[in-house]
């Protein structure tokens, strides 16, 4: 790909029986409105793409948001990278299947970088994504982040084949059907990664993904490993002050 520029506890009934229509209508639910979010992520108003977009800063970026942030890598490394993705983006895929890989090796195993991705979903698949990340838990959120993305092209098309796919992907990952259904069921989930992708927008500026921060400072340049090594200094990390805040 060419360099571009500028993720309960089931109720018997009376019958013995395990009574779960109403997970199963909580569910239908929230999908009709990962549908409908999915008309609103992409129409809602977007801002100026040529208007200034100052820097946050580490203090403002690190501060609580609606999730909590699954950092990798040194709690005292010098830099500290910030990625906003959208499951279903392409191009967040290929960062993520081809350059990461190098981007880990250099750079967080090495101790240089603390990395923290957040969700930043375009579509409502990519939200159903997104909560099927967060559902596995704090330790399988990564690798089901990686597993996602790498089989993108399988599971991300349009209708209720998405939705369909996305649940072979998500049993392949050892979620049960039941398991599947309750996490898309979760309608505080829901509302907390939509809150995310609200707050990067509206108070951080970013409007495309990926979005990537260096220590507070927006990354412009692309997201190949040589721009990586243009901002992060080569992993040469000398003269370097830690972030603040």
């Given at each position: 790909m060419a360099k571009t520029e500028k993720k309960t506890t089931e109720t018997p009934d009376e019958g013995g029986k395990s009574n779960k229509t109403g997970l199963y209508i909580i569910g239908a639910v929230v999908i009709a409105v990962l549908v409908?979010?999915?008309?609103?992520?992409?129409?809602?108003?977007?801002?100026?793409?040529?208007?200034?977009?100052?820097d946050p800063g580490v203090a403002e970026l690190m501060k609580p948001g609606p999730l909590p942030d699954i950092p990798l890598g040194n709690a005292d490394a010098p830099f500290t990278v910030i990625e906003y993705a959208?499951?279903?983006?392409p191009h967040c895929a290929h960062?993520?299947?081809?350059?990461?890989p190098e981007f880990k090796k250099k750079y967080i195993d090495t101790g240089k970088v603390r990395f923290i991705f957040r969700e930043f979903p375009l579509?409502?698949?990519?939200?159903?994504?997104?909560?099927?990340a967060r559902c596995s838990g704090p330790d399988r959120f990564y690798p089901m982040i990686h597993g996602l993305f790498e089989t993108q092209k399988t599971w991300a098309v349009p209708g209720e084949d998405g939705k369909e796919k996305l649940a072979l992907i998500a049993k392949q990952a050892g979620f049960s059907q039941e398991a599947f259904d309750k996490c898309l069921a979760d309608k505080s989930l829901f509302d907390k990664i939509v809150e995310v992708r609200r707050r990067a927008n509206e108070d951080f500026g970013?409007?495309?993904?990926?979005?990537?921060?260096?220590?507070?400072?927006?990354m412009t340049a692309g997201h190949e490993i040589s721009d990586f090594d243009a901002v992060l200094g080569g992993g040469k990390t000398e003269d370097t002050p830690p972030p603040s805040g």
């Open positions: 409908a979010g999915g008309v609103y992520l992409r129409s809602g108003s977007a801002p100026d793409p040529n208007a200034p977009k100052p959208s499951m279903t983006c960062f993520q299947t081809d350059v990461y579509d409502g698949l990519a939200v159903a994504a997104s909560m099927l970013v409007d495309s993904t990926p979005s990537f921060f260096v220590n507070g400072k927006r």
